[in-house]
Every structure is written in C-alpha cells, then in structure tokens.
C-alpha cells in the first residue's frame, strides 16, 4: 500500500506511524488531527464518531483497545488508497499551519525512576554516602505522583522557578535556607505512556493486559530545579522542584507503531516478583535526542531501561489504584552506559562540577532563553524511521 | 435571625454552618445541596444558577469569593426568615433518604506533613539512627503529590491493599520483598483544604490571599499501608503505600463558617522565609475525634499544627505551580502532644510495639471489618458549636 499524501511515503510520518494530537488551526476551535507528513488531518472532517469533536483525545482514548486499533486500519486505508483521495485531501492542513495543544487532559501523572544508569549517577551525587542505589531499587519500579495540572505542551515558555534552597556554604546539618530563582535548572529527558482505558478502584492490571490499558507514547520533559528539590525532597519525594512545569509532545504515538520497536530488556536480577513478570520483548527501541539550542548534546537510549512499562503499570496498579482515561506515567530520566548518554544536565555535568561543551561554551545548568528540544525515533512496523513528535521548552526569567 | 428550619436552631449544622455537598436520593441525579439540621436543600430547586445543576461543587467552586459570600448571605436568609418556608420547606429532603457522593472533583491533590508531633513521632520509628525531624522540617511546609483518582467519598468501603514489603526477619540491608496484603494498615487524621479559584502558571499566591482561593475544609482520612510505604518511600517518597484510597467527608464546609474557630499557630522557630509569613490568627481550634468501630481513640488537636494553610498554599505555589478548582491538599496527620491525641495507629501503638485498647482488646493496625470515622467540630460565629461532615470508611479484605 501506498501512501498518496505528497511527500508522506518514505517520511517519518508514514502510514506506520499515524500519530493523534490536538491543534487549532485559523479560526477552528480545537479539535482532534491525525499526523501524516507534513499534514494533520482533522478527524471529525471524515468521521462521525463524537469522540474526535472534541478538544482532548481523552473521548477516543477511553474507547479502547478494539477501536483504536480498527481507527488505525481505516485511517491506513483511507491514507492508502488513490480512491479516497479526492474527499480526503482537500481536508488536509499543512502542519506549519496549526498549533497543537495539550492533545488529553491529563488524569493523574506519575513519574519513574527506571533507568539503573540515571538512578546510580543521582544516587552517587545526592547520597554520596550511601550505596547509590536504595536497597529496594532493583525489586520494583520506584515512583511517585507528580502534579497533572502543569503538564504543559511542547512550546509552552518555562518559567524558571522560584522558591527555598539552601545558601550557598550552608550545609543541611546547620542549614541557611533563601528565597530566590532556582540556580540549577534542569530537564529529565523521559518517554511518557498514555493510559485509554480505565479500572475500577480495587482491581489490578497485569503486565500481560498492558496493552489493553496504553494507548501511546509521547516524548516528555520532566523540567527539574535541582537545588530546590535537593532541599525539599527528604522524606516525601519532589514537590517544588518538579511541580512548576512537565512538558510533553504535541503527538500521542500509538502503541501499534511502535511493534516492530520492542526489545528484550537488559536483564533483571534479581527476579522481580511475580507480578512484575514479563516476556520477552517487553523493552523499546526508541533513540533519543536531547538539543540544547539546536544542537546535539546527548542521545539517551530508552532500550537501556531496566524496568519495562508494563512493569511500571503493574506496579502502579498492584495495591488496587484505579486508572482513569488520562493518566499519564513518565519512566524517569533515561540514561545510557555513556556519558554521551545521559538524559539530564545533571548527569551530563556531573553536579555542575565537570561542564560539557555545547554551543562553543562550558555548559551546567540551563540558562535564561536556553531552548530544549527533545527528540525520538523508533524503527516502524515497514522497517523505516518513525518519528515520535518532539517536546520543545524555552526558559524564561 | 432564628432559623425555621425544625430542629435545625442550636444544632451542630445551623444557620452557621451550612456545608455543600453533592447528593442522591430517591431517583434523582446527583445535584449541590446544602445542609440545614437534619434536611438538605437541592439548591437547584431554589436558584437558577448552572453551577447548581450539577454533579459536583467545581462549577460553583470556580465562581469565586465573593459568590461564595453571597451565597451563603442568602441562604443564611432563605432559612432565617419565617416568609420563605412555605416555599423551602417542602423541598427539603431527610438527610437519612440522601446518599452522598464525593462532593467535587478533585483536580491535583496534595498532602503536607505539617504536625510537629507527627513528623518527630514518625521520624523517630521511621529514621531511628538520624533525627526524628530532617533538616527542612521547620523550614518550609513538607508536601507531596498523592492520587487524585482514588480520592473516594466518606462510606466507599476501603479494600485492604496487596502490594511489596520486606519479609519478616528481611532487613533493608539484605532484603527479601514478598508479595501480599498489607499487615500494617492505617489511618492518618487530616483536615483537607478545597481550591475553588485558579491561579495561571506562573503565578503564586500569597499567605494573605489565602480565602481567595480556598473555599473550605473537610475531615479526610489519608489510609496508609505502613509496610509498603516503609520498603517503597526511599528516595521519591510515599506511593502505592498511600494511593489506595484516600476518605474524605461528603460536606465541606466553607471557610466563612470558621471564622470564630481562628487562632494563633502555637508558634514557629525559625521564623520563615518571608513568602511564608503570616499574621496572628492564622490557624484553626478544630477538635477531631478518631472513632474505632465507634468508639473513640484519638482526640487530634488540629490548633496543635505548625504550619498555616496559608503556608501550605504558599509554599505550594512559590515555584509558579498553578491551581485548578477542584485541587485538594491536606494538612498532613493531626498529632497533639499527649498519646490521647495521635492521629494514627501507627503512633497510637508506636509501630505496633504498644497497643493501645478498644473494644475491649489490644489493638495495633486495622484488621478487616474494621471501621474508622473522623469527626470534627469548632466553634461556630454564633457562639455555639458546628460539626464537620464525617469520614466513614470500612476495611474490606
């Protein structure tokens, strides 16, 4: 089958790719598109269905399994055949013409803590005198909740926070908390998953009916201010450092495209208990780009991850939370074995003790104006390059 | 003004309280209503407003102080004055014939950490080997994101939650996770603070204009799974051990109400940072009562607490993080000086180690069967006494 879009056939946005968003475009109120190319198609254009007459994929999402899966096989046919070309096209709009919004509402987002790599660097500088991995790391998917009400979509400005940190030369033992913008800004550079279907409070998923529960995926940068949330973080977890902004794709990218992509993981030992059990190929394949300004300056891979995200969603559900159509969970910062690798400022810099270059300049923590984009790519299910949409922030004073 | 409602005069929920909610009955959708003595008023029955004619209180949540304000003026009116009974009166309805539902929908929620004797008490179970409080303790109001979806309403039946914990004999050195039920479930007395106007990102709110956020309170059970917070909670702080379920009171009732239950925090050494100072009178004489199958155990003192819910929002929003309406936080355990008045079992028996009695018998944690109810009075404008809704809930296995 051949796709009849100019310029789709061949591109990162093929018919396996086929990612959801939410846009506007000119005078529209927003609505629900399909990516393909350079174009977006607005689906309530040539379906019937209520769900995409709205402003958030959350009505199609809780569809379900079945249906996302039958509006994928249309969509491939009505992209596919020379036939429906002369009703679709028309309706197409050029991608440069619309503005994407936050394409779900957000239910509750839970952030991971998956990548071994990530965990141990962090460890290192933040408890250096401690193993730098907790004793319970490699038995369960560590996380936590975050605040769903400041997810923002790529192209939101990031404000660089406020709030208390410790001055400097002041120590926690005999600490001088102040006031005042954060010193260390930072990104997490993390693959988010999209939950469709919901359950009841009590019940519990299996890391077998994974995919009847996510949807897609979607590029996230879990923004961090570093010397906030050093102070803050014992003994509840990250609030403040976290919680002032989460930026995501524009693009939701179905679970489906991203068959041909799966990967064993690493290697688990010890053997995670029962519930968290899991077959093989039960990893991504999924290449990362961190930019800072343009320019290339990591390249996290998300095979590495230790813990999958069927695991992370078996987890999240074993004491009977409930899922809601929605929710979203990050998998943590990805980090490979190389320095070249790492997903955070933090990492890349060691604290900010060892600066790397970018931009012809000793790099730490961001700064006013820095812009970062987050990138992904994944093999498709034809055997090209499928790209994941990108998350891009801009910090603001 | 005398209120003409029968038995409502002199009662915990008179002319001075009036409490929302949102109630079923008969085969009625659920709509707000107010509570009078024994009755509720359907509120849409009696004003046109949209915000009335809804399954939840966000609508009316978002309109702001000053409806709120008038609001309550008229009702104050309506049941005060003898001229509008022959109208009110035949659309009141028994609250024994209503079902309460969870009274908004709850945006992002929050829970803080905000009673010294709590966080010494559990620090010194939890931390043996360090200080009972961390270094940020006195600092800055310690908080964390819980759950929002599993936020469930006073009488949901509470399942008891499987999930990971250390065997016994296992310890965080050399451990050995199994799987199963909690054996050291819990409860935690808190009071809940409800968002009614949002903020943008960006922007944060200041400890003086606290009232212009926050509508009003409600008693909340904050059910925690001790084992499984204790392996999981190190380092990104409490998770499947708290996401469960989380209780709150059917009514809240609205800040206006405790106006003559204000008094002065018992005092904050350090003094804070300035985004968190506060005035004289900026804490609540709200006395709790924690029921054990009916009998009282615990008598939390929540004037006993060291930080303002100003602080809380603050602190909350110091970063830029926005609110929604709907957004929840509470205060964190209740916990008083005397044993009498801890506000979990888990300080009530000192981490099981010294039951405490009920029923006749040695209790330390919550077996199945077990029901818990937290009630709350204060001080109403009028000089006598009104009761904070109650939270119910009833250990299933």
Redesign the interface.
């Known amino acids: 089958m051949t796709c009849w879009v100019p310029g789709a056939a061949g591109s990162p946005y093929g018919l396996d790719n086929l990612p959801y968003g939410v846009f506007t475009n000119a005078d529209q109120p927003a609505r629900v598109g399909v990516r393909i190319g350079d174009f977006v198609l607005p689906l309530c254009a040539v379906a019937e269905s209520a769900a995409f007459a709205q402003p958030s994929l959350n009505a199609f999402l809780a569809l379900g399994r079945e249906v996302w899966h039958e509006t994928r096989a249309w969509l491939i046919s009505l992209f596919g055949n020379e036939e429906h070309r002369a009703l679709v096209e028309p309706l197409l709009v050029p991608v440069d013409d619309v503005t994407l919004q936050l394409p779900f509402e957000v239910?509750?987002y839970?952030d991971f803590?998956c990548s071994l790599q990530h965990a141990t660097n962090v460890?290192k500088m933040?408890?250096p005198d401690s193993d730098a991995l907790?004793?319970?790391w490699r038995?369960?998917p560590?996380?936590?909740?975050?605040?769903?009400?400041?997810v923002?979509v790529s192209g939101?400005p990031v404000?660089r926070?406020?709030?208390?940190r410790l001055a400097a030369g002041s120590s926690?033992?005999g600490?001088i908390?102040?006031?005042g913008p954060s010193a260390r800004l930072d990104i997490e550079c993390e693959l988010g998953f999209v939950v469709g279907t919901p359950t009841l409070?009590?019940e519990?998923v299996r890391t077998a009916d994974f995919e009847e529960h996510v949807f897609g995926v979607l590029p996230l940068n879990d923004w961090s201010?570093r010397d906030?949330q050093s102070?803050?973080?014992?003994?509840?977890?990250?609030?403040?450092?976290k919680?002032?902004?989460t930026s995501v794709a524009g693009w939701v990218t179905p679970l489906e495209a991203l068959e041909a992509a799966r990967v064993d993981l690493p290697g688990q030992d010890p053997k995670p208990?029962?519930?968290l059990s899991v077959g093989a190929r039960s990893g991504y394949d999924i290449d990362f780009e961190v930019l800072l300004n343009g320019e290339v300056v990591s390249r996290p891979p998300y095979a590495a991850l230790y813990w999958s995200p069927a695991q992370m969603l078996a987890?999240?559900t074993?004491?009977?939370?409930?899922?809601?159509t929605g929710?979203l969970f990050g998998s943590g910062t990805i980090s490979g074995d190389d320095k070249a690798q790492r997903g955070s400022f933090l990492e890349l810099s060691w604290g900010g003790k060892e600066p790397f270059r970018a931009g012809g300049m000793d790099r730490t923590f961001l700064e006013d104006g820095d812009e970062v984009t987050l990138r992904a790519s994944a093999t498709g299910v034809a055997g090209g390059r499928i790209a994941l949409g990108e998350v891009t922030g801009r910090i603001v004073a």
């Not at 926070?161 to 208390?164: E, M, V």
């Not at 102070?231 to 450092?241: A, H, I, K, R, S």
């Open positions: 239910a509750d839970v803590y460890g933040f408890r907790t004793p319970n038995h369960l560590i996380g936590y909740h975050g605040r769903a009400g400041t923002v939101t404000r926070p406020s709030g208390q926690t033992s600490p908390p102040t006031y409070l009590g519990s201010a906030i102070w803050e973080y014992v003994p509840l977890g990250p609030f403040l450092g919680s002032f902004a208990l029962d519930y987890h999240l074993v004491n009977g939370a409930s899922l809601r929710d």
